[in-house]
């Protein structure tokens, strides 16, 4: 067997080398067949028995998952247990098995499917995952039915890294097992929903690796690394000596940086920055804290979405706000507004499906067509800022009228909780995210407005230089070390600071370790990164000095494209930090 290596989307940090155990997730195989008139109260009979062991399965789902992730990733099975009381879904079922006489099994599958189809063809992302519930939840009714048991995934009774079609929120209780080594995807975005699991439950992960799941078999030797996203199939006596070389090194690594991480972010000469994590789910501040943060600077609060088929009233943000900032306390917690749009479209709120989502209906524009999703956040993190020190920031900010409206809005708010006698704490802050041009152009002018920025090097980079984030083809493009995103970041420290305010830097950007002597020495005042890279980012700030990294900004600025200044950062730091093992894999500085 020859060695093949293939690339994917590194989704969580970490070098696996291992035996493959494939899952599919591939319907359950029935026959069919008809159910004589005599039978058919006993087959309704077969078929509530299974509806009451589905209801019984996803509630254990739902309660292990909460202890694992937090409650909001664990409603997912709510939104599946709906189903189960879905009035028309059963009724059809019910019908078909006493009127057709045929059997559970078969008028399950073929309800479902037609739910599924129903479903996508609406041609709307939030539709398509209901489909994918009613599908989950048709399969696993079929699964008890056949007394095949819950297990989707399993059992792994040894070691093994496991290479899937796709990771569904159902599968990650498995994960819990320690025999997971690593796992490897088809399917999956650096945001989809199994990156975002696997790295909160710090399992190692590639995905994007489109047909992997054909490509092996149980038992094959592979190797995955969720640092680079290789992926090695059938690796050769040396690869694997290299790569254990690596794991070594990298594990060590990490043992040297939770010592690291009980320090502060300051450079050698004393120079202090906040280093804050980014998170989408409470559940994530257990990680931020145990890898030494000074606060959440980005809680993409969205994400409330993903798990929720209505939308969510202020009694359930207030707690789930709450969550974070009590966890947190007294270190500051930063809510982002509903950022929903774009490629974040989670609910049946009716987003409608547009040709450009990310300059479309998106964020604060969605709140300003819908006042009450605003009034009930702003009601929800004012009260829950009780808990803790808090600060509110609204993104995809274009100029000055928005945010004006937005502090009209947020005053009324606060002396309408004082009305109705509810405790908030008043001392919120209200910040911006800088990430459309038009706001890094007039933000000497904003930020006389506000009292802190935040740049989303994300979207601006997409917006600077007209390159849409989510586009494969177009990858090669999306270069946030270019000179003109890097002179609207100056620009905007600088407006920031002339008007005695702090500025953030909250993108990818922030966590890419090419880049943190520049970000430094331009003056950042706060870098908020994903939980796992606190510890790595921390490591470099405390190894540099300020003022080698004022010199070195100096220098930087001076190139005039994009691969110059890559590259000049990339030798720099390679050079400079030369026994840090986060380079081994990395040949360019565009490694996004
Ligand atoms: C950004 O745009 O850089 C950012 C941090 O926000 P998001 O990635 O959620 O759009
Ligand atoms: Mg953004």
Known sequence: MPEIQLSGVPAAPGIAIGEVFLFRHDEPEFQQYCVVESFRGAELDRFEESLSET???????????????????????DAQAVILDDVEFISTIRNAISQEGLNAEAVV???ANSFQEAFNNLDDEVFRGKAQDVHDVGCRIIRNLLGKGDSAIGPLDRPAILVTDDLLPSDVVHLLRKNVQAVAADLGGAASHTAILTRSLEVPSVVGLKDLTNRVKNG?????????????LNPLAETITSYVVKQNKYEEYLAELVDIEKHPAETTDGHRIALKANIELPGETKAALKHGCDGIGLFRSEYLFLTSNVIPGEEDQYKYYRQVIEAMAPNPVTIRTFDLGGDKVFTDLPLPVEPNPFMGWRAIRVFFDQPKLLHTQLRAILRAATAGPTRIMFPFVSGIMEIRQLKEIFEEIKSELEKEGFDFNPDVEIGVMIELPSAAIMADRIAKEVDFFSIGTNDLTQFVLAVDRGNERVRSLFRPLHPAVIRMIKMTVDAGHSAGIKVAICGELAANP???MLLIGLGLDELSVSPLALGEIKKLVRSMSYEEAVEFTGKALEYDTAVELEHFCYDTMKHRFAELPIWFDNNSGNNY
């Not at 399965?57 to 099975?77: E, P, W, Y």
């Not at 094959?220 to 090695?232: A, C, M, Q, T």
């Open 109 to 111: 599958h073929r309800t």
């Open 55 to 77: 209801r019984r399965q996803l509630s254990t789902l739902r309660n292990r998952m909460s202890k694992l992730v937090g409650d909001a990733i664990a409603r997912i099975f």
């Open 220 to 232: 094959d030797r592979i190797i995955v690394n969720g640092n680079s996203g290789k992926v090695i």
């Open 514 to 516: 090419t880049a943190t």
